[in-house]
């Protein structure tokens, strides 16, 4: 189990620290506006906020509450763990499952630029879930702390 878990949570390093400075700079960044502006505007869970995520339909429409929920918590929470730098494959793929609902479910078919905003957290949640962390966040420390 242990070990699993530190193959899990040990970053992917490029050969020099700037590098994972400047790979490391967009996660916070962006991180941080989720977790505040997108997922914390929406904490505790609004009720427009399942309305809408009901109007999704199927099992969207069974389940509007919790699936609401998961997405306030993916992006508030999980935005906040990827600008931490812990658990950074988990909560990427949490923000990744997240993101993507948001583009098929509630933008497409809209205006490309609409979409863009969870693109673009897209894109960054699937950098952190191939590459960790790097040496800019709390799972370098956890790693180095396994060894």
């Known amino acids: 189990m242990k070990t699993l878990f530190s193959k899990i949570i040990t970053p992917t390093y490029t050969s020099n620290w700037y590098s994972d400075l400047m790979l490391a700079l967009p996660r916070i960044v962006a991180c941080y506006f989720l977790a505040v502006n997108f997922g914390g505007s929406k904490f505790p869970c ?17 389940f509007p509450a919790f699936f609401a929920w998961a997405a306030v918590l993916a992006e508030t929470f999980g935005g906040a763990l990827l600008v931490m730098g812990l658990f950074t ?3 990427g793929s949490m923000v990744m499952i997240t993101m993507l609902v948001a583009i098929f479910f509630q933008k497409w078919g809209g205006e490309v630029w609409e979409m863009l905003p969870a693109m673009g957290f897209l894109w960054i949640s699937m950098y952190a879930v191939v590459m960790g962390s ?14």
């Open 46 to 62: 609004p009720d427009w906020f399942i309305q809408d995520t009901a109007k999704f339909g199927g099992v969207f429409a069974m």
């Open 89 to 91: 494959r988990f909560a």
């Open 134 to 147: 790097g040496r800019f966040g709390l799972d370098h420390l956890v790693a180095q702390k396994l060894k």
